[in-house]
C-alpha cells in the first residue's frame, strides 16, 4: 500500500505487540527480567502521560526485545530493532499478522468477532486477502504516482491558504487555524482519491461529517470500554447492553455516511478508488462483494489518513522554530534546483535529497504513532535465541 512507508518508519522506530499465548514461564536466555508488581506489572515503569518514556532503558537493559506485563498478567512484546521488526513481521508473519481483539471496534461496524469491517482491525484471512487486492491498484506503491498531479494541486492551495492566513495575522498564527489548512488538504486528497469528491474549503459540511464520525473512533480506540475487558459482555441483548445500543446508534451513522461517500464516488466523474475497487472485487471473485463491505474497507484510509499526516506535519512547524537553520539550507537547495518561478514538482524530487532528508528525519524524530498498531502473535516463539 501507498502507506507502507510511514508504516514502516514508525513500526522501525519501537513496535508494540499484545501477546495472548499465555504467561511465559521463562525469560528469554540472555534477558533480565522486568521488575514486576503486582496487579500492575511493569505500568509503573511508563508514566501514563508518556507511556513510551521508558523503552529505551527496557531495550538497554533487555536487548531488542523487551516483555513488560499489563497488569502483571498480559505481556506486552516490545519490539525495538529493525532486525526484530523484520524477522517477526516479515519473515513470520503468518504469525504476527492479526490484531489484539477490539471489541468496541467490532460492535461499531456490527460486525462477530477478528471480523471488523475496517482492514486495519480484521484477521488476516482470505476476506483481509481479497480486500488488500482490491485495494491494491489505487493504494498500492505502484498506483501512488497516479495521484500526484492530486497531492501537488492540494500542496498549492495548502501553501495559498498559508499564506493568506499569514498575511492576516502578521502578529502570529494559531496552532488550530494551520491545522485546519492541512487538515482540509489531507481530506481533500482521501476524499478525491477515493470518491472524485475535492473539499476546497475547510467550510464544507461533508469534512465536518467526516471529522465528527473520525473523532469518535479515535476516542473509542483510546478509551477501551467494559466490554473490551470483559468480553461476554458484548453478547447481551439490546435492552441489557447500553454498549450495544450505542455501538448499534453509531454503526448507522457511519453507514450513512460512507454509503453517501461510496455512491457520490460511483457517479463522479472520471477515475477514483471507488470505481476502480468495484471492478477489481468483480475480477478477483465470481461472489458479489457487498458494497457496505467496500465502502467501510474504502473508509479505512479516512480512518488512517485523516488524523496522521496532518499531526506528523504539525511537528514540522515546530522542527522549524527550534532550528531555523535547517530551514535556511533547505531554501538554498530548493532555490538553486527549483528556482523562484514555480513550486516544487515530484519530478524534481531526485535531486531534492536534503528535503527528503527532513521528512524522514521529522518521521523519526517525533513519530506520531511511535507504538505502530499492535499486532497478536498468535503462538509462542523465539528470537535470538
Ligand atoms: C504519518 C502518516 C501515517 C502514519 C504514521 C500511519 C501509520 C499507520 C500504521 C502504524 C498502520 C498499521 C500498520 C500495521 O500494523 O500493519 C497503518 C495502517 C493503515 N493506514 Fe496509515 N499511517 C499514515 C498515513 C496514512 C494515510 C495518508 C492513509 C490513507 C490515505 C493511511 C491509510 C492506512 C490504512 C488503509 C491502513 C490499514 C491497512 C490494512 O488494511 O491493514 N495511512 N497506518
Not at 497488569?71 to 503468518?94: D, K, M
Request: glycine share 6%.
Amino acid at each position: 500500500m501507498a502507506v507502507i512507508s510511514p508504516i514502516w518508519t514508525s513500526v522501525a522506530v519501537g513496535l508494540l505487540t499484545v501477546l495472548y499465548v499465555g504467561m511465559r514461564k521463562e525469560t528469554p536466555r540472555g534477558t533480565k527480567s522486568l521488575l514486576k508488581i503486582p496487579l500492575i506489572g511493569d505500568l509503573h515503569k511508563s508514566p501514563v502521560g508518556k507511556p513510551l518514556e521508558n523503552w529505551d532503558a527496557w531495550v538497554e537493559a533487555n536487548g531488542p526485545i523487551a516483555v513488560p506485563k499489563l497488569f502483571g498478567i498480559i505481556p506486552i512484546v516490545v519490539l525495538n530493532s529493525l532486525e526484530a521488526v523484520t524477522e517477526l513481521f516479515s519473515r513470520r508473519s503468518q504469525w504476527y499478522s492479526n490484531r489484539p481483539p477490539s471489541v468496541s471496534m467490532e460492535m461499531i461496524t456490527d460486525a462477530k468477532p477478528g471480523q471488523s469491517k475496517f482492514t486495519l482491525m480484521h484477521d488476516y484471512d482470505d476476506h483481509l486477502k481479497l480486500h488488500h487486492r482490491v485495494l491494491a491498484p489505487s493504494l498500492g506503491a505502484t498506483a501512488a504516482p497516479n495521484y500526484q498531479p492530486l497531492m501537488e494541486l492540494e500542496s498549492t492551495q495548502l501553501l495559498f491558504d498559508l499564506c493568506n492566513v499569514v498575511a492576516e495575522f502578521p502578529e502570529g498564527i494559531s496552532t488550530a487555524a494551520v491545522y485546519s489548512l492541512l487538515e482540509r488538504a489531507q481530506s481533500s486528497v482521501i476524499l478525491a482519491l477515493h470518491y472524485g469528491l475535492r473539499i476546497p474549503r475547510f467550510e464544507e459540511k461533508i469534512l465536518h461529517e467526516v471529522i465528527d464520525v473520525q473523532t469518535q473512533i479515535t476516542h473509542m480506540a483510546a478509551n477501551p470500554g467494559l466490554p473490551d475487558m470483559f468480553p461476554p459482555l458484548r453478547h447481551l441483548p439490546l435492552f441489557l447492553s447500553p454498549w450495544k445500543r450505542s455501538a448499534d446508534k453509531f454503526y448507522a451513522t457511519q453507514v450513512d455516511l460512507y454509503m453517501r461517500l461510496f455512491e457520490h464516488g460511483k457517479e463522479s466523474a472520471g477515475w477514483n478508488a471507488t470505481k476502480q475497487a468495484i471492478e477489481t472485487s468483480r475480477r478477483h471473485t465470481t461472489d458479489r462483494v457487498p458494497d457496505i463491505d467496500l465502502a467501510f474497507t474504502l473508509a479505512t484510509s479516512i480512518q488512517g489518513g485523516m488524523e496522521t499526516s496532518p499531526r506528523q506535519l504539525m511537528w514540522l512547524f515546530i522542527a522549524a522554530l527550534h532550528r531555523p537553520s535547517f530551514m535556511k539550507k533547505a531554501h538554498t537547495i530548493l532555490d538553486g534546483v527549483v528556482g523562484r518561478d514555480r513550486l516544487p514538482r515530484f519530478s524534481d524530487r531526485p535531486k531534492l535529497m536534503f528535503v527528503d532528508a527532513i521528512t524522514h528525519e521529522l518521521l523519526r524524530w517525533r513519530p506520531i504513532s511511535p507504538g505502530s498498531i499492535p499486532r497478536r502473535a498468535d503462538k509462542d516463539d523465539e528470537f535470538g535465541g
